[in-house]
């Protein structure tokens, strides 16, 4: 049986803008969970590459959101405001529902 590039796959998923969001939610609720932040970085990074894959096939990636991106990366700044940019830049909003 061949082996998948679980990575790979999960990227070329998560180039789907409504499997971006569901994958998102679901690290969130995670991390609300857990406490895991990481975890939550990690999924945000991964998304935001899978995104910039996209719009690299597309066109030259921009500067600007390349610099947003890479700082989702890091733990330690990820503010509300650059998440809010970073989500800003992938296509995407935050939505919060009663339990």
Known sequence: ???????SDLLIRLADPEHAALYLKAALEATLQDGDREAFVLAISNVAEAQAMVRTAASDANSVREGQLAEAKKIDSLSVETLLSVLDTLGLKMEFRSA
Not at 1 to 7: A, E, F, I, R, S
């Open 1 to 7: 049986m061949p082996v998948k590039d679980y990575h």
